[in-house]
Structure formats: C-alpha cells, structure tokens
C-alpha cells in the first residue's frame, strides 16, 4: 500500500488540493521554472485593451466632434445615433428616442452587444483570461486561484451566448457599411470624395473581416455538416472562413485600432482641427 500524499508546507492550505498546487503534484515552491520574459505578452494585452476601453468610453460620452455635416462622416462609436440629443443630420434611421440623459451613451443601441460580442470572442476570452484574470497568466504559471470551475457558472456562463451576439455584429457592420456609404458626399451636395471616406472603408472591411472569422461563424457555415460532398455551397464558405479564422487574433486588434483611428480622424476633422483631404468635390 503507497504512502498517503503529503500536503506542500510551501503552499497555502487553500491551494493544497487544487490545480498545479495538488497534494498529489510535484512538491515546487517556484511560481513557475520558467526563465524568459512570460510576463510580458500579458502586460502588453492588458494596457492596450484598457488603452482602447479608456478611449473608446470616453469618446462614447463626451457627445461632440462625431459627425461632419458636410461629408456625412459619422463615427462608427455613435452609430446608429438615434436620439432626439444627437445633432442635426447624424440619424440615418430617425429619432425614435427623445432626448437621453448623460448617463447613456449615443450609442446605446448596439454598443452593448458590439461589447459582448467582443468579450465572449474566443480571442478576447484567451486574452483577458490571461492578462486580467490571470487564469493562467501564461503556459506554465500557475494561476493564483483556489480553484477553477471554467465556464459552468456566472458570470463565466454567458461567454456560451456568443453566437447570438454573433448574429447582432452582422447586422451593426451592415449598418456600418450603409455609413461607409452615405459618406460619398461632396460639400454642398452630390458626389464626393475624400480621405474620410478611405478611412471609413478600411475600417468597414476589416471589421467585416472580423466578423466573418468568428469561430460562431464558421461552424455556423459548416460545423454541423457530415458530408461535405453533399454540400458544396456550405462547404466553400467554410474553407474561405477558415483562412479568415487563422487570422483571428491579428483581425481583433487590428480593428481596435482602425475604430480608434477612425473615430479620432472624424473628431479632429468635426472639430475644425483638420480640414478633410478632399480629392472629388
């Protein structure tokens, strides 16, 4: 008969029977044997996702410089704007609300979903995991938790609704592809072209690009098929939507930075810092 496991002295006693602190594991007082800089990547994601949460509520708030009457530039952040609080000409779809109380953003409509769909991202999952929750902070550190129950209980629970709000991001980049759109507008009226415009298409494609390589969508497209003979149709968008997917993580931050960068060049040029690089009318 072997020997009962001892518990690590090393350890609290809260760890003693959990994950890598396990009575049955190796007895290792060290964090982690690790040698390189590990806690750098999750430094990094953690200031640039608060970089962006920072910018982005502020700018959600503060209600001014977000849309340019003479091009029909709107920020993606105040899209759609559909209150009687938003200036004139900036409500594609109308003003079904009245005036809104500073507490709600402009944007209230779709903001909330734009923001769990990013949160339940399998990315966004990894990513915060590990630099916020620290659950691991890195392959081989052990987490500081006591115990680990995944997403079985609240609030972790909720990440499972990311399809749905799967199904909501498709329709906002519809949205933002109509602003995309409207924004060929010249001064005074007609055609127009400048570099507003540039700026709101490359943002649009890449959030489409986003979008489309969600995990969601791709099994959306084929996940459930047996037979991918039998469907040839399904089985070609989801090998496109594949090569999307392999490039998830770089889309993520990459349209973080063009919806910053959008919303900061639409602000400066509202704000008469800047005049817009007009190349037709």
């Not at 063009?258 to 040029?269: E, G, N, Q, R």
């Amino acid at each position: 008969m072997s020997a009962a496991p001892t518990t690590n002295p090393e350890v609290p006693e809260r760890h003693s029977r959990t994950g890598v602190f396990s009575t049955t594991r190796a007895r290792i007082s060290e964090r982690t044997l690790r040698t390189d800089r590990w806690w750098m990547p999750p430094l990094f994601t953690a200031l640039g996702l608060a970089a962006f949460v920072i910018y982005a509520t502020v700018r959600s708030y503060v209600r001014t410089a977000y849309w340019v009457p003479d091009y029909h530039y709107l920020t993606p952040f105040y899209s759609p704007c559909l209150s009687t609080s938003c200036v004139e000409g900036s409500s594609h779809l109308g003003t079904p609300f009245g005036d809104l109380p500073v507490i709600l953003p402009l944007g209230f409509v779709v903001l909330p979903f734009l923001l769990g769909f990013r949160l339940t991202c399998y990315y966004y999952r990894k990513a915060y995991y590990r630099a916020v929750w620290f659950s691991p902070p890195a392959c081989a550190v052990a987490e500081p938790h006591a115990k680990y129950t995944g997403e079985t209980k609240l609030p972790l629970i909720i990440q499972n609704v990311h399809r749905y709000f799967f199904y909501v991001a498709v329709l906002v980049s519809l949205l933002n592809t109509y602003d995309a759109l409207a924004a060929f507008h010249g001064k005074g009226g007609g055609f127009g072209f400048g570099l507003g415009n540039l700026v709101l298409l490359v943002n649009v494609i890449l959030l489409w690009s986003y979008t489309l390589s969600c995990h969601s969508c791709r099994h959306i497209a084929g996940g459930r098929l047996k037979h991918f003979s039998a469907h040839p149709v399904r089985y070609w968008l989801w090998t496109q939507i594949s090569k999307l997917n392999t490039r998830h993580m770089a889309l993520a931050w990459t349209t973080l930075a063009t919806l910053a960068l959008t919303d900061f060049y639409i602000m400066l040029v509202a704000s008469g810092t800047i005049s817009d690089l007009r190349f037709i009318n």
